[in-house]
């Protein structure tokens, strides 16, 4: 079975600093690797995802994510941290073959100081 | 463009009575998906609709629970006999088809408080 780890609970940034939320994972097969983000009683909006290709994703709001299958990692990064930026981040990884449920890290909450 | 939307956004009941969670997916998308997010639990995946059809239904945890779609488009999530540990988030999601390559995209969620 799929799992996701998220071995940050929080991350610290001050403002205009890169910041890297933490994700590895585990999957049978290739993966397919999604990143979300929540804001305070907010659903969660989609980032960005891999797929196949290139190894580095870029996505929405100037993050991106690199793929590195011998480390089973799919790092969070954005060059300038926001303020606004400060919110929950999800991984999530299902697998390629037949339906794979969708499985969530327990979440990485990042805090931008001004 | 129109999101996933979720009705209530809030609901309170007292143990033991009955709630209907309604979820409007994206126009078009096929594939339909119930999550729960508790405190401190992280998301849990509960039942996927391709359809009509509720292929998996592994992940209700309770025969409390039970799932429904009509005409391909919206689900309501029936929770009977509630009890104070069903308190959580309960997050809607919808995709183009189940393919596991497709994105899936969250409304806003209910937020169910079980007294």
């Known amino acids: 079975a799929q799992s996701v780890a998220q071995p940050e609970d929080q991350v610290n940034v001050a403002e205009g600093n890169p910041l890297t939320v933490k994700c590895t994972y585990s999957?049978?097969?290739?993966?397919?690797l999604f990143w979300y983000v929540q804001y305070p009683n907010r659903g969660l909006q989609f980032l960005l995802k891999y797929i196949t290709g290139d190894n580095l994703v870029k996505g929405s709001y100037g993050f991106e994510a690199e793929f590195n299958k011998s480390q089973t990692s799919f790092h969070l990064k954005k060059p300038s941290a926001l303020v606004s930026d400060s919110a929950l981040y999800f991984c999530a990884v299902r697998g390629n073959t037949g339906f794979q449920k969708l499985v969530f890290g327990t979440g990485t909450r990042l805090l931008v100081s001004p | 463009g129109a999101g996933v939307s979720q009705s209530p956004s809030n609901k309170v009941t007292e143990k033991g009575k009955d709630v209907e969670l309604r979820c409007d997916p994206i126009?078009?998308?096929?594939?339909l998906y119930w999550y729960r997010q508790s405190l401190g639990q992280g998301l849990e995946f509960l039942i996927y609709?391709?359809?009509?059809?509720?292929?998996?239904k592994s992940g209700l945890p309770s025969d409390r629970f039970s799932a429904e779609r009509t005409g391909g488009s919206v689900s309501t999530l029936t929770i009977q006999r509630t009890q104070q540990e069903d308190s959580a988030v309960y997050l809607c999601a919808s995709s183009q088809d189940s393919h596991t390559q497709e994105t899936q995209y969250f409304g806003p969620g209910t937020r169910l408080l079980v007294l």
């Open positions: 609709f391709q359809g009509n059809s509720a292929p998996d």
């Open positions: 999957v049978s097969g290739n993966p397919y």
């Open positions: 126009s078009g998308h096929t594939a």
